[in-house]
């Protein structure tokens, strides 16, 4: 069993920044691929970002890519979403999930690969 604790949401405007965390409960962090989605209502979870087990290497959706990274620390049992450049169209509540995949492909993008997700935090930027 994982729990999971996002943190780092907040209000900003348009073209600053906000970085999220991600806290993990248990000694297993490590094993799980860890990614970040984000909903606002009336809308399906969307992929944000993943990032590999190791912290080796990362996927992105295009609508964030070269704005946002995403890094982890296993010593700390924490994954880190550092989002610059926001735009109004960002804002959404930002889920990180856990996922204890066993293949690195399309399928970090999927919401059904992963099997732990944190609460959420609100993320609002304005105009």
């Known amino acids: 069993q994982v729990q999971l604790v996002e943190s780092g949401g907040g209000l900003v405007q348009a073209g600053g920044s906000l970085r999220l965390a991600c806290t993990a409960s248990?000694?297993?962090?490590?094993?799980?691929?860890m990614g970040w989605f984000r909903q606002v209502p009336g809308k399906e979870r969307e992929f944000v970002a993943a990032?590999?087990?190791?912290?080796?290497?990362?996927a992105y959706a295009d609508s964030v890519k070269g704005r946002f990274t995403i890094s982890r620390d296993n010593a700390k049992n924490t994954t880190y979403l550092q989002m610059n450049s926001l735009k109004p169209e960002d804002t959404a509540v930002y889920y990180c999930?856990?996922?204890?995949?066993?293949?690195?492909?399309?399928?970090?993008?999927?919401?059904?690969?992963?099997?732990?997700w944190g609460q959420g935090t609100q993320v609002t930027v304005s105009s």
């Open positions: 990032i590999i087990r190791s912290g080796g290497g990362a």
């Open positions: 999930a856990a996922a204890p995949l066993t293949a690195w492909g399309t399928n970090v993008r999927r919401s059904s690969e992963y099997d732990y």
């Open positions: 248990g000694r297993t962090f490590s094993s799980y691929a």
